[in-house]
């Protein structure tokens, strides 16, 4: 009986790349529930915790506006990029790197992205789970779709995503408003800009429906958020 010579098979490469994907894919898909179930929230600056009633929700969308809203967003971003957290910037022509490096954001761990409208939503959905956090600025109006399938996938990777022009479909879970903004630090025509005194509206969702207000300093003085400290009122000595 003559002998069968086995020949061995032969392995499509676009087909084991493929495989391997869908294998780790897998393991990601496993992983990522228990990693969300030990870590439901990302870090807030103090100034900023009473704004945010469930926190820093991952999962969530957040939307700022009024002037000073790119400050506002970099600073809901400060504390979580300065923990180790990557933070993704899309579409942002109005925020410059010094800006977010003193507003507490590790330049190291930043990415900043400007695709076309016609890619905006693939990109933004390529970010998401891919960092913690995502600011967008949106050059064209997004869809209801469009914010709903991106809104699936935050819930699903656990990435925030906060838009800096106010402009979000339905509504952000957390909406956050700067409805009054003052400079100080300019005297009789000279000087230099030192920090702003701002007041934040919050609204919302859910939890965060609730309204809130509070006041900071937008940038302070070292460029980063700060408390406003009120001084007690002086009384007049009674002799």
């Known amino acids: 009986m003559a002998a069968v010579e086995l020949l061995p098979s032969v392995v499509d490469p676009d087909e084991a790349i493929a495989?391997?994907?869908?294998?780790?894919?897998?393991?990601?898909?496993?992983?990522?529930?228990?990693?969300?179930?030990?870590?439901?929230?990302?870090?807030?600056?103090?100034?900023?915790i009473s704004l945010f009633p469930e926190g820093l929700r991952r999962g969530s969308t957040v939307s700022v506006a009024g002037s000073g809203s790119t400050a506002l967003a970099l600073a809901v971003a400060a504390a979580a990029s300065t923990a180790g957290s990557w933070v993704a910037v899309v579409s942002d022509p109005d925020l410059g790197l010094a800006a977010a490096e003193e507003a507490g954001i590790a330049l190291q761990r930043m990415l900043v992205v400007d695709p076309e409208p016609s890619s905006w939503s693939a990109a933004v959905a390529a970010l998401v789970g891919a960092v913690d956090i995502v600011l967008v600025a949106p050059r064209h109006r997004v869809r209801d779709a469009e914010a709903r399938r991106l809104s699936g996938r935050l819930r699903e990777r656990?990435?925030?995503l906060v838009c800096t022009n106010g402009r979000w479909p339905s509504g952000a879970d957390v909406q956050l408003e700067v409805v009054e903004s003052k400079w100080s630090g300019l005297g009789c025509g000279h000087g230099v800009l030192q920090s702003r005194r701002v007041t934040?509206?919050?609204?919302?969702?859910?939890?965060?429906?609730r309204p809130r207000s509070a006041d900071m300093l937008l940038p302070g003085p070292l460029g980063r958020p700060e408390f406003v400290h009120v001084e007690a009122p002086a009384f007049a000595a009674q002799g």
């Open 200 to 209: 934040v509206n919050g609204g919302g969702r859910g939890a965060s429906a």
């Open 158 to 160: 656990g990435s925030v």
């Open 19 to 48: 495989d391997r994907r869908a294998r780790l894919q897998l393991v990601s898909d496993r992983v990522a529930p228990m990693a969300l179930a030990r870590e439901r929230t990302l870090p807030l600056l103090d100034e900023l």
